[in-house]
């Protein structure tokens, strides 16, 4: 019987022929990413708890210090010490304030055909490249960074047919939430959201990574797509090479088939406080908001720059309003620079920030206030999650976070 792309990966990953879902394999990791939300626990246990600490494989390792960065207060400044002394001890590479960990790994490690774990849930964004990314505890972190190796029971794969091309105006970031809203937040719990077809074709790199980064908002282990030209072109802009070229099997198995065509998308907002809240952005118009928020491992890259850069050139940011603007990395923010997006931006009264997480995170920068309301392309929307427990967070595409920025109420660009 056949395989799909993720059963491969995971197969090379244990030295076997074949896997199915239910078994469960010894894998031997590619690469493991760590951030500053939990490195401080991983290496307090290797520490402390370990007989004889010993990492299998440092050129494997890699931790990013990204969710609060610069540090905020004394105690995260105390933990990211921990951090880069220790990555400094033992020869890791270490990055700071370059950029969220997966925009980070993606620029600079991801490569298709690899299996890699990440003490982050949003892992999973790895997919874009071909690569089966997932999210783990710092305790599993622990134990691959001391033996190399984990486990993995194979997921079941649910294949998402795309079809038809997003019409003008309507972004990966509306595809997805539109998926995630259809299916439920619990919609492929535990399974791999595999997405295929002429219209996954028609997705850049940086689409892509939309749509696999928030498959973990809807339970999957990983999304991924099948590598293909796009792919290797973006590999070889980035100096890299795949480790394997896998495709599904036409006689692949999969739990579930949808067919999802692009060409019938919308711009949608996903309410307050559970992702797939998700309803047309018509129906939310003229919601008043604090603050909205450009940027996160989701929605923060060159791409989304340009869409919030062309709705807002020569407008104004609604007065009251803060509008931040958090470019992804390093690399999107001195692109944006030498296309002007950062003057537009700051011309129209947004606050540019420095690449870190922000108020997707919201313990670091943005955090909102009693009863404030964020719109946000961030990738959740919890209670509580961008500050004080009665704010509130919409989560919508790039187009629309600019326009509600300018509107002070959420608008679609449309009604600019
Ligand atoms: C801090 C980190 C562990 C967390 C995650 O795992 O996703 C964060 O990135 C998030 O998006 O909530
Ligand atoms: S940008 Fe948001 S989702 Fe991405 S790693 Fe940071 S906190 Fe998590």
Redesign the pocket.
């Known amino acids: 019987m056949g395989m799909t792309i993720a059963e491969k990966i995971i197969a090379a990953a244990a030295g076997v022929d074949y896997v199915k879902p239910g078994d469960i394999h010894t894998v031997t990791l590619d690469r493991m990413m760590s951030?500053d939300?939990t490195t401080h626990l991983t290496v307090d246990m290797y520490r402390n708890k370990l007989k004889h600490p010993h990492i299998a494989d440092t050129k494997k390792m890699v931790f990013i210090v990204?969710?609060n960065v610069p540090s905020d207060c004394p105690k995260t400044a105390a933990s990211q010490k921990k951090m880069r002394d220790f990555a400094k001890e033992n020869n890791i590479d270490f990055w700071e304030g370059k950029g969220?960990?997966?925009q980070v790994m993606m620029e600079n490690y991801v490569c298709p055909g690899e299996l890699i774990f990440g003490a982050?849930?949003?892992t999973c964004?790895y997919g874009a490249l071909g690569a089966f990314g997932t999210g783990v505890g710092c305790t599993d972190l622990l134990y691959g960074m001391v033996t190399g190796k984990s486990w993995v029971l194979v997921p079941e794969t649910v294949k998402f047919n795309l079809v038809g091309k997003l019409p003008e105006g309507v972004y990966a970031r509306d595809l997805i939430l539109t998926i995630i809203g259809t299916i439920g937040a619990n919609g492929c719990n535990y399974q791999v959201m595999e997405f295929t077809g002429e219209g996954a074709k028609t997705l850049s790199i940086s689409e892509r990574m939309v749509l696999c980064?928030m498959a973990v908002e809807a339970g999957a282990k990983t999304g991924i797509f099948e590598p293909d030209e796009k792919a290797i072109e973006y590999l070889e802009a980035h100096g890299r090479k795949p480790k394997a070229l896998f495709k599904s099997d036409p006689d692949a198995v999969y739990a579930r088939e949808y067919t999802f065509d692009l060409s019938k998308i919308r711009p949608v907002v996903a309410k307050p406080d559970f992702v797939d809240n998700l309803v047309p952005a018509e129906e939310v118009r003229g919601v008043k908001i604090d603050e909205a928020f450009l940027?996160?491992?989701?929605n923060?890259r060159i791409e989304d720059l340009r869409v919030g850069a062309s709705i807002i050139k020569g407008k104004k940011v609604a007065e009251k309003v803060r509008f931040l603007v958090v470019p992804?990395s390093q690399t999107v923010y001195l692109q944006a620079l030498k296309e002007g997006l950062i003057d537009t931006f700051m011309e129209a009264g947004a606050i540019v920030m420095n690449p870190?997480?922000?108020v997707?995170?919201?313990s670091c920068q943005g955090v909102i206030g009693e009863n404030e309301v964020l719109i946000s392309t961030?990738?959740?929307n919890f209670k509580g999650r961008a500050g004080h427990p009665s704010s509130k967070v919409y989560l919508g595409s790039a187009a629309t976070v600019t326009a509600s920025a300018i509107k002070g109420e959420i608008a679609l660009a449309n009604d600019l």
């Open positions: 951030n939300g990204d969710h969220v960990c997966h982050d849930s949003h964004s980064n940027g996160s491992c989701n923060g992804a870190n997480c922000s997707c995170w919201g961030g990738t959740r």
